[in-house]
């Protein structure tokens, strides 16, 4: 029969008050205080004096003004200690406890120096108690996807089954923990995300700490891994490849014998028949967990967005207010039921209308225009006189001719005198009237288009030091300028 934990466990720490120590009301104090004394000790592997432990103890004491002796602390004295003792016989009492308990230990020394060590128990538990305190992130390796990798892979089965079978029982264990690491970041940021009260620690959560350490790393490569698609077919090779196979069932069993050559083959064949059974187990394990990992993070989006609309609503500049006229309420109607005649509600406060204070008095509030009635539109005939058709067409035509194009601008250069590269001034330009006017603007705001069929040099960069001169032209001025033809 297989031995209890529990009795193989307080046989290694001789006895349940190495547990006892991290329990009851000054468990804070003994989890620091333990935790400097294994930082300490990893540091002098020849040991601390009494001395330099009881004053790591006293230090620990100042960081806890509430610690009060217990009465199994008292037993370990000779005499009674009173519990408002000084701090330094406090901390001898103290360092007498952790040595019954076994947390700390004095050996036998042929000298006459006394040197304390702290338990190898104790500093794996402390250690253990640092990673829950303080978590790594979660990650998502490529284990699960490796064993299946490796039950894919034949030549490896045919040759050496059992040390894929001992592989493969690795790796979905380092799994199982990295999805159990990946539940507890889940549920730790949504308990964070329920403490946070204000929305800026909200959106941190949300898109600092969470998108960073668990979305779009571990829980994006899950998605990735496809594991619902590649774990029924690693079932399925385990079953058929191995476990109904006479010679790798044989193979694995003479692999086993050789290592462990006193067992007999009815004992190693169980062996392996038990590790195959694990294996399944473990790999049927994956899918239920990898689920309630997207469950836990539907809950943590679902919960992230009430709890942002909710910090939306309480958050204003009236939070205190509001919360004042319920805590009101709240103790006015205590134990009562409120029905819906209103005679039997209490006497509430009047209410009081915050003041609204207006910079510019009401002028300066927005009016909106005065939207006009709908009128209806005459329908056109639908035939057109031969005089409606001309008046149309010379309309568009002088629409054509009044608009700022490039070919109004090229028409004006074709008008000039002179050919291919002949210099024209601007103050030669004649420009007359309403159209000669507009065709100055076509020219000079289509000067460097692609389709310009002229050239713009202006005065400026020739002398870029002096203030460009100006050319008077009728109705305007314009710096002076040079137009060459294409």
Not at 298 to 310: E, K, Q, V
Not at 340 to 354: G, I, K, M, N, Y
Not at 417 to 446: C, M, N, V, Y
């Amino acid at each position: 029969m297989t031995e209890n934990l529990s009795t193989a466990l307080f046989r290694e720490t001789r006895g349940a008050g190495f547990f006892r120590v991290l329990t009851g009301g000054n468990a804070s104090f003994y989890i620091d205080v333990l935790s400097a004394l294994e930082q300490e000790s990893s540091d002098r592997p020849d040991g601390m004096s009494r001395e330099e432990v009881i004053l790591l103890i006293i230090e620990t004491l100042e960081r806890h003004p509430d610690f009060v002796l217990e009465d199994e602390v008292h037993e370990t004295e000779a005499g009674e200690t009173d519990g408002q003792s000084q701090p330094r016989e406090k901390a001898r009492a103290l360092l007498d406890f952790l040595l019954k308990n076994h947390w700390l230990d004095e050996p036998p020394r042929r000298d006459w120096r006394r040197m304390i060590h702290f338990d190898a128990h104790g500093a794996t538990l402390i250690t253990a108690l640092r990673k829950i305190a303080w978590p790594e992130a979660a990650v998502f390796t490529d284990k699960l996807v490796a064993v299946c990798g490796m039950l894919n892979d034949e030549t490896e089965l045919t040759e050496r089954p059992w040390q894929m079978v001992e592989s493969c029982l690795a790796n979905v264990r380092e799994g199982l923990n990295e999805l159990r690491a990946m539940q507890k970041s889940v549920q730790r940021f949504t308990r964070r995300q329920l403490e946070e009260e204000t929305l800026r620690g909200n959106l941190e959560v949300v898109f600092d700490d969470y998108s960073e350490q668990v979305s779009h790393a571990c829980y994006a490569e899950m998605v990735r891994a496809r594991l619902p698609l590649r774990l029924p077919e690693a079932v399925r090779r385990i079953s058929e490849r191995l476990m109904a196979d006479a010679d790798a069932l044989a193979e694995m069993q003479t692999e086993v014998l050789r290592r462990h050559p006193e067992i007999t083959s009815s004992l190693a064949r169980a062996t392996v028949l038990n590790s195959l059974d694990e294996l399944i187990s473990l790999v049927e394990r994956v899918l239920p967990m990898a689920d309630e990992i997207d469950r836990r993070t539907a809950d943590f989006t679902r919960r992230s967005l009430s709890r942002f609309r909710y910090l939306q609503d309480v958050s204003g500049e009236r939070r205190t207010e509001i919360k004042a006229t319920f805590e009101v309420l709240n103790r006015l109607l205590t134990g009562k039921r409120i029905t819906q005649s209103a005679s039997e509600l209490p006497d509430l406060p009047e209410f009081r209308v915050p003041s609204v204070k207006l910079p510019a008095g009401l002028d300066s509030l927005y009016n909106p225009p005065a939207r006009r009635a709908p009128i209806e539109q005459d329908a056109f005939e639908d035939s057109a006189e031969e005089g409606d058709r001309e008046a149309g067409l010379s309309g568009m035509g002088k629409a054509l001719r009044d608009s700022l194009s490039i070919q109004r601008a090229n028409s004006f250069v074709k008008s000039l005198e002179g050919t291919k590269g002949d210099r024209i001034q601007s103050a030669d330009l004649d420009i007359t009237g309403e159209g000669g006017f507009t065709d100055l603007i076509s020219l000079l705001l289509h000067a460097e288009s692609a389709e310009a069929r002229y050239r713009l040099e202006p005065e400026r960069i020739l002398s870029e030091d002096a203030s460009p001169p100006l050319d008077s032209l009728e109705g305007c001025k314009v710096e002076r300028f040079s137009i060459i033809k294409k």
